[in-house]
């Protein structure tokens, strides 16, 4: 029995039209307007202030927490250079427990510890 290599060249170009797709990524506009808010808020910190980001599963949050923390590294290359032992910044994710929710009455809390060395 032949294989039938009718359309085998059509596959072929489909998949490298799909494999060029591969690795790229398109900012949707809201999470671009979040991620300059977010920017905005990091540089109009006052030192040793907490930023959040909250919001329901899926939005999101860690797409745009990536980016923050990639931009910031980038924007603090000349002091990181110069300070290599410096943070550039903290990031801590509060994962939701099994059940999906809080036990009413009892807030989730995160110690943390802020000193300056």
């Not at 009718?6 to 998949?15: F, K, L, P, W």
């Not at 900012?27 to 202030?49: F, N, Q, T």
């Not at 809080?102 to 110690?111: F, Y």
């Amino acid at each position: 029995m032949q294989r039938c290599s009718v359309g085998s060249d059509t596959a072929q170009v489909a998949m490298e039209g799909l494999r060029q797709f591969h690795f790229a990524t398109v900012a949707h506009p809201r999470l671009v307007e979040a991620r300059d808010w977010l920017m905005s808020a990091i540089c109009d910190a006052a030192p040793g202030s907490l930023i959040l980001v909250i919001g329901p599963t899926g939005v999101g949050k860690t797409t745009l927490r990536l980016k923050a923390e990639q931009l910031v590294a980038q924007q603090m290359r000349p002091v990181l250079d110069d300070d290599p032992g410096r943070i550039p910044y903290l990031s801590i994710e509060a994962v939701a427990p099994e059940s999906g929710n809080c036990t009413k009455g009892k807030p989730l809390v995160l110690p943390v510890r802020l000193e300056k060395v």
